[in-house]
Structure formats: C-alpha cells, structure tokens
C-alpha cells in the first residue's frame, strides 16, 4: 500500500530559477497539506487543501510560492523565483477527510537553492 | 493563534530508562494531541495519538497523558531502545489543521 510520494527527493537550483514540487496523497485521503521545515523554524504548515480547493494559504511565505491540485490523487508546489533562503525540506502530507486529524507524510522533498 | 511549546529541545537518556517529552498548548478548544517520530531523512510518522475525553492512552511502551486543565500533556517512553533516537514532535489540533511543537532530539546512549 503507497504512502504520500513526493517528487524529487533532492533538488539542487541556482537563484531566481522556478522549482516545482511534486506530490501524490494516498488515494481516497480527501485533505492534502504542504509544509516546510527548517532548523530555525521547525515544521510550518504552508498551505492545505480539502476536496482539492485551497483552504487555508495563510502559511505561503509569499506571492513567489503557489500551489495547485489539479485532481484528487496530485498536487504541486512551485517557488518562482527561487531564492537561498527558500532551502528547506518540503514536506507533503494528507489526510483522509474533515473531522479525521491523522495526517500521513511523504519523505519530503531537500530543496537547495545556491 | 494556537501555540505549542514543546520540552526539553534535546535529550540524552541511557538505553532502558524512560524518556519523558512534555508539551503545552493554549487553546482550550483544542482536543486532538498527536506526537510524531522523526527519523533522519524521512517524514515524521505518527506514533500515538490522545483525544480529549481520555487522560491517558498506552501503545506498549510509548504513552501518553493529558492534562486538559492545565493544558499540557506528556510523552513517555520506557525501556529505551537505540531505535528509539529521532526527533519526536508533539502537536495539536486548530480547526482541520494541526500545529507542530519545535520538536525534541532524542538520544539514547549504550
């Protein structure tokens, strides 16, 4: 039974390059959350979806992050243009629906941005 | 906003004793308090889970305890075991969201 797949696992980009993340929920989980971890700032919830409409972005640092889900089963996070300070690890998570909180995460994605 | 406070940042405790990670939060209307485990290059994973209406909840030798009241609650984990060093992260829920303590680095000596 797959987990929450995340694609890449590693991503090397120069500055001011586009960087597109990648993410499929475990299928028949209705909720799909993005967040971003770093040593300074721990786990912070960026953006999360139910039913694939946005619900909450009030996490996305700003207008250079969006996220869309197209479809129930893929979702993306794109950064452009990238920056250094957008190095992180991306993690996608998902959810089997509202009122159920046991979030499931993928292996995230090690951005580095140079 | 919800705030999850999370103790103490880094722990160092000899293998077979226990382990005790504590946390608090500050909405009362919270009621839903997952610890997850973080290994090094994966996702954190969910390991035990306690809703408001219980105190406590046992999962062989991880537990958890509520304190509502007060607003706080507690890992432990007894009879340590190497496996059982990674990040461990208390959480609570807001809404449909849960909020993330600033985790625990967990090391178990020989």
């Known amino acids: 039974d797959a987990g929450v797949i995340q694609s890449p696992r590693h991503e090397v980009t120069e500055m001011g390059q586009e960087v597109t993340l990648r993410c499929k929920p475990i299928?028949?989980?209705?909720?799909l959350f993005w967040y971003r971890q770093t040593m300074m700032r721990g786990l912070e919830l960026l953006i999360y979806?139910?039913?694939?409409?946005?619900?909450?972005d009030s996490g996305m640092p700003e207008d250079r992050f969006s996220a869309k889900m197209p479809n129930a089963s893929f979702s993306t996070l794109k950064i452009q243009p990238s920056e250094p300070r957008d190095s992180a690890v991306y993690f996608c998570?998902?959810?089997?629906?509202?009122?159920?909180?046991?979030?499931?995460f993928g292996p995230g994605t090690r951005l580095t941005v140079t | 906003g919800e705030n999850v406070e999370q103790h103490p940042s880094t722990l160092s405790v000899q293998e077979g004793d226990s382990a005790v990670i504590k946390c608090t939060y500050s909405?009362?209307?919270?009621?839903?308090f997952p610890w997850y485990k973080q290994e090094l290059g994966k996702g954190p994973q969910l390991i035990i889970d306690?809703?408001?209406?219980?105190g406590e909840k046992k999962d062989q030798r991880i537990a958890v305890t509520l304190n509502k009241t007060a607003k706080h609650f507690s890992l432990h984990i007894t009879e340590t075991q190497p496996e059982d060093s990674a990040v461990y992260f208390c959480?609570?829920?807001?809404?449909?969201?849960?909020?993330f303590g600033k985790g625990t680095r967990l090391h178990i000596l020989p």
């Open positions: 998570a998902s959810k089997p629906g509202q009122g159920n909180y046991e979030q499931y």
């Open positions: 299928s028949g989980h209705n909720s």
């Open positions: 979806f139910n039913n694939n409409v946005p619900i909450d």
């Open positions: 909405d009362s209307a919270s009621n839903y």
């Open positions: 306690i809703r408001s209406n219980v």
């Open positions: 959480a609570v829920n807001r809404d449909d969201k849960i909020i």
